[in-house]
């Protein structure tokens, strides 16, 4: 009984670590020019979030470079009392070899010493032209789909979604974001 129980736990363990470099082995664009992907991107797609709960459409992130490979990040929407929402952060290049692995942090800056208010920005999937990318963390719990234009052609949009999929993202959960919204009387309006 003792040898059962101790291969269970064996097996368990292995199984955890196993689940565990799953979550490691999310491979980015193997380069990243931070010129190019600076300046004004449309969010196209993404996972429901906490952060963008409020959010009914327009949906827009403004990178500006900075000094220290670090770049100023504005993010927008429009919210349903037709508020504009204006979050501003600051992301910091992790791996300065491909430049593909952010984080980014919309804590104040004397927050900065803990981890925990930085999230892991990984561009996975990026157009040679930077028209495109699609950005998300190891653990899959976060995703966007961002583009330079409002629209995105839906033969490219289902081509990100399935390179996504391979890499363990749930195209089930992706919820299209509307760009062309007005809120009219408390009513969200999309137009086309």
């Known amino acids: 009984m003792k040898k059962l129980f101790a291969l269970i736990v064996f097996l368990s363990t292995f199984a955890i670590a196993a689940i565990a470099q799953d979550k490691k082995d999310l491979k980015t664009v193997t380069n990243v020019d931070i010129n190019k992907y600076s300046g004004k991107w449309f969010e196209i797609a993404r996972y429901p979030n906490k952060f963008q709960k409020k959010c009914v459409g327009n949906v827009s992130a ?66 040679k032209d930077y028209k495109w990318a699609a950005i998300g963390d190891p653990d899959r719990e976060y995703f966007w789909v961002l583009s330079r234009e409002p629209k995105l052609d839906d033969a490219t949009y289902q081509a990100i979604l ?31």
């Open 62 to 127: 403004n990178y500006t470079i900075k000094k220290n490979d670090t770049l100023e990040v504005i993010n927008e929407c429009l919210e349903k009392d037709g508020e504009v929402d204006r979050a501003k952060g600051k992301a910091r290049i992790v791996d300065k070899t491909s430049n593909a692995k952010l984080e980014v942090r919309f804590a104040p800056a004397f927050l900065s010493f803990i981890p925990a208010v930085w999230g892991d920005y990984w561009i996975i999937d990026l157009d």
């Open 162 to 192: 399935r390179r996504a999929e391979v890499q363990g993202f749930n195209p089930a959960k992706v919820v299209k974001t509307d760009q062309n919204v007005e809120v009219i009387n408390g009513e969200v309006i999309v137009k086309p």
